[in-house]
């Protein structure tokens, strides 16, 4: 098999009809290509950013393809590689992984982070370990080998993730957030749920989300333009069943999210709050409030999606918990 660069703008739809020959039968194909497209467009399109994609062809087809994108705001001598398909040919790996880290070496690239496709703020991770349950909206699409590929490739650093399910959640109810949850109000603090996110909603979202993430592996600090591309409110929209919005008199200091799976699963993204905010129980009330209306909604399982390990909601009760799903990012020192 051939691998060699090629024009970045030249061969996306080559990329998209290996990405559906690869995951085309799955329920969530169409939401993931888009956000694939979304963060190729990120990168070929960014000032930022230096793209260089790779592509592995045999008769005339693409058969592998990874990416090293380069990114100004990460530290000096670090980029990422992403956009990773491989068959499962270990061969053809290797071949992939040597041209990806020379192109780096020459670059003068000595950290690699990934897979990430674009930023840490797109779809990344391979999955690890699975219940063998289909992916749920939103969650990255990756063949199970991938990890094994990447492993053999000697990592300096993994980087752990989980998606876990509770049901029923009722356990939550009982344990957290029902204190802080009803003295909201003479605290001076509120929620306010809704099902269509504005400017000045996205806008606040981002400044948040910035603050609160700054110090994650792997962060890169996007403009407003860029993080509305990304997340904009005709997006979150479409695909949110609600966001529910803290404020603190009329300023909102933290936010989380919702996405409905299907009748009887619900979704439950980052609860975020700011930092000088946090320890007054706010994230318990956000997550009393959205699982307090998850049940009256009828909905019977809750699903947490991408947690980092060592993330504060492994401070909820552990009763019922089931982790289905478990991811990883890697460092390379080369």
């Given at each position: 098999?051939?691998?060699?660069?090629?024009?970045?703008?030249?061969?996306?739809?080559?990329?998209?009809?290996?990405?559906?020959?690869?995951?085309?039968?799955?329920?969530?194909?169409?939401?993931?290509?888009?956000?694939?497209?979304?963060?190729?467009?990120?990168?070929?399109?960014?000032?930022n950013?230096?793209?260089?994609?790779?592509?592995?062809?045999?008769?005339?087809?693409?058969?592998?393809?990874?990416?090293?994108?380069?990114?100004k705001?990460?530290?000096?001598?670090?980029?990422?590689?992403?956009?990773l398909?491989?068959?499962?040919?270990?061969?053809?790996?290797?071949?992939?992984?040597?041209?990806?880290?020379?192109?780096?070496?020459?670059?003068?690239?000595?950290?690699?982070?990934?897979?990430?496709?674009?930023?840490?703020?797109?779809?990344?991770?391979?999955?690890?370990?699975?219940?063998?349950?289909?992916?749920?909206?939103?969650?990255?699409?990756?063949?199970?080998?991938?990890?094994?590929?990447?492993?053999?490739?000697?990592?300096?650093?993994?980087?752990?993730?989980?998606?876990?399910?509770?049901?029923?959640?009722?356990?939550?109810?009982?344990?957290?957030?029902?204190?802080?949850?009803?003295?909201?109000?003479?605290?001076?603090?509120?929620?306010?749920?809704?099902?269509?996110?504005?400017?000045?909603?996205?806008?606040?979202?981002?400044?948040?989300?910035?603050?609160?993430?700054?110090?994650?592996?792997?962060?890169?600090?996007?403009?407003?333009?860029?993080?509305?591309?990304?997340?904009?409110?005709e997006?979150?929209?479409?695909?949110?069943?609600?966001?529910?919005?803290?404020?603190?008199?009329?300023?909102?200091?933290?936010?989380?999210?919702?996405?409905?799976?299907?009748?009887?699963?619900?979704?439950?993204?980052?609860?975020?709050?700011?930092?000088?905010?946090q320890?007054l129980?706010?994230?318990n009330?956000?997550?009393?409030?959205?699982?307090?209306?998850?049940?009256?909604?009828?909905?019977?399982?809750?699903?947490?999606?991408?947690?980092?390990?060592?993330?504060?909601?492994?401070?909820?009760?552990?009763?019922?918990?089931?982790?289905?799903?478990?991811?990883?990012?890697?460092?390379?020192?080369?």
């Amino acid at each position: 098999m051939e691998i060699k660069p090629y024009q970045p703008d030249s061969s996306t739809d080559s990329l998209t009809q290996l990405l559906r020959d690869t995951y085309g039968g799955s329920k969530h194909f169409d939401y993931f290509l888009a956000d694939v497209k979304k963060a190729h467009a990120f990168c070929i399109g960014n000032g930022n950013i230096s793209f260089h994609p790779l592509a592995g062809s045999e008769d005339g087809k693409m058969r592998a393809h990874v990416a090293l994108i380069i990114d100004k705001r990460l530290p000096a001598g670090e980029a990422f590689f992403g956009f990773l398909e491989s068959p499962k040919d270990a061969s053809v790996f290797n071949a992939l992984w040597s041209r990806l880290v020379k192109e780096a070496l020459d670059k003068g690239v000595s950290v690699l982070k990934g897979p990430v496709n674009g930023s840490i703020w797109h779809q990344y991770r391979c999955i690890k370990e699975s219940d063998g349950s289909d992916l749920f909206t939103s969650e990255p699409f990756s063949e199970p080998y991938y990890y094994d590929f990447l492993t053999s490739c000697q990592p300096a650093a993994e980087i752990p993730y989980y998606s876990a399910y509770r049901d029923p959640f009722d356990v939550v109810l009982r344990v957290i957030g029902e204190d802080s949850y009803d003295t909201l109000a003479e605290r001076g603090f509120s929620i306010r749920k809704t099902g269509r996110v504005a400017s000045e909603e996205l806008l606040a979202v981002a400044t948040i989300s910035k603050t609160v993430f700054c110090g994650s592996w792997g962060y890169t600090e996007l403009t407003e333009r860029e993080f509305a591309d990304l997340y904009s409110s005709e997006k979150l929209t479409a695909h949110l069943n609600a966001l529910y919005v803290l404020y603190k008199g009329d300023e909102i200091i933290g936010f989380c999210g919702t996405l409905k799976e299907d009748e009887r699963t619900l979704i439950c993204k980052t609860i975020c709050v700011l930092p000088r905010y946090q320890g007054l129980g706010l994230g318990n009330a956000l997550a009393h409030r959205v699982h307090l209306d998850a049940k009256k909604s009828g909905f019977e399982r809750m699903v947490y999606a991408l947690i980092r390990d060592g993330n504060k909601i492994q401070n909820f009760p552990k009763e019922g918990a089931v982790v289905f799903r478990r991811y990883a990012a890697f460092e390379f020192h080369l």
